[in-house]
């Protein structure tokens, strides 16, 4: 049974940088499978931030580009985020997810995902 | 970017009943990449539906999703008890991929 489980501060100060890390059980990063983080303030709709391919290819939401560095470790199964200079409107769910597409897409949808861990930024 | 907008905001059904629920994209997605997932509290998102109206692995066929161009529709047949429940969608037609803001079923 494949498994996200995200893990990381739960408490960040404004302006410093926010990491967590999505470790996968039950298949291997590098047997295929894009992989993804998604975030969701506090009665607000779902929001993109990227997604990293096993290689290292990475695709980033233009609206957080400039803060966000996804990277993958494949030797522990596990990719991270780093979100820079975070604010309060950066709190929110964040959750990891394996995501797929379809055989004509360029993009991707969210096949399989982490219960989401509440990141909150404040002094 | 394409915005999602879902319709109604909440719907209040009984067991047995059928569910409708929309979602209007800003702009036409391409082939019909849009996705339908179902979300209980303190639980992980599931994947229903990808490409408008294939299901995900394990998903019951009384979830059904149609639609083209700007107007998709996710369909549950006859509602059961673990149906009730919030469902979003997500194109993934362009990027940045987006979500809709969500229909809670109640």
């Known amino acids: 049974q494949v498994q996200l489980y995200e893990s990381g501060p739960r408490l960040v100060k404004p302006s410093e940088i926010l990491s967590l890390t999505c470790t996968v059980s039950?298949?291997?990063?590098?047997?295929?499978?894009?992989w993804g983080w998604v975030r969701q303030p506090p009665g607000k709709g779902l929001e993109w931030i990227g997604t990293i391919y096993h290689s290292g290819s990475t695709y980033y939401s233009p609206s957080l580009k400039s803060r966000v560095t996804i990277s993958v470790d494949t030797s522990q199964n596990e990719f991270s985020l780093q979100l820079n200079s975070v604010t309060a409107a950066d709190t929110a769910v964040y959750s990891c997810?394996?995501?797929?597409?379809?055989?004509?897409?360029?993009?991707?949808?969210?096949?399989?995902w982490g219960r989401g861990t509440l990141v909150t930024v404040s002094s | 970017e394409i915005v999602l907008t879902q319709s109604p905001g909440t719907l209040s059904l009984s067991p047995g009943e059928r569910a409708t629920l929309s979602c209007r994209a800003s702009q036409s997605v391409s082939s019909s990449y849009l996705a339908w997932y179902q979300q209980k509290p303190g639980q992980a998102p599931r994947l229903l539906i990808n490409g408008a109206s294939g299901r995900g692995t394990g998903i019951p066929d009384r979830f059904s999703g149609s639609g083209s161009g700007t107007d998709f529709t996710l369909t549950i047949s006859r509602l059961e008890p673990e149906d009730f429940a919030v469902y979003f969608c997500q194109q993934f037609g362009s990027s940045p991929l987006t979500f809709g803001g969500g229909t809670k079923v109640e």
């Open positions: 039950g298949y291997s990063i590098t047997s295929g499978y894009f």
């Open positions: 997810a394996r995501q797929d597409r379809t055989v004509t897409a360029g993009y991707w949808y969210f096949d399989l």
